[in-house]
């Protein structure tokens, strides 16, 4: 988001609340503040903005500037590895059913008695849950960075967005 008054907005908006109730959570006279707020036509005063960053829960370094807080891109980093590990596994595990699959169909004189096409049909299914989990995966890994931040901003818990 690109200035203040747009971020004001957001947080009013993801509370939904108006901007009268805003102004009044906030202990502000009017709902014709919070209106040039978001306008931009007026700057809240810093004691305004540790109020909103308390009340709903927003950092307040997104709030004023825009870009994530140092401890959100630290968490972020924490998490990476964390995401990208079970990505690869969800990868093997496909590789290894695919695998599987095939030695089935190449190979039936194998195939233990009992064993019906139905079983192998079940794997192909299982083969196909992972590659649609791990699509959702990678869709999710490959988001824009800053839609992520700014999500996390917004959601975390004032214990972690006070460094």
Not at 73 to 100: C, F, N
Request: glycine share 4%; aromatic share 8%.
């Amino acid at each position: 988001m690109t200035n203040l008054g747009n971020r004001i907005q957001s947080v009013r908006k993801d509370a939904k609340l108006s901007q009268s109730d805003f102004a009044d959570r906030l202990g502000l006279s009017s709902p014709t503040v919070i209106s040039r707020f978001e306008r931009n036509e007026r700057q809240p005063s810093i004691e305004t903005l540790l109020k909103l960053s308390n009340l709903f829960g927003t950092d307040l370094h997104w709030l004023i500037t825009g870009d994530p807080s140092p401890k959100t891109i630290e968490i972020v980093s924490r998490l990476l590895p964390y995401v990208y590990s079970k990505s690869s596994k969800v990868s093997s595990q496909i590789l290894d059913l695919e695998k599987k699959a095939d030695e089935l169909i190449k190979n039936p004189v194998q195939v233990k008695k009992g064993f019906y096409t139905h079983d192998i049909a079940k794997i192909y299914n299982k083969i196909r849950e992972l590659q649609d989990l791990y699509k959702t995966i990678n869709q999710l890994l490959y988001e824009d960075l800053s839609e992520i931040l700014t999500h996390i901003e917004k959601n975390t818990h004032n214990r972690y967005a006070h460094p």
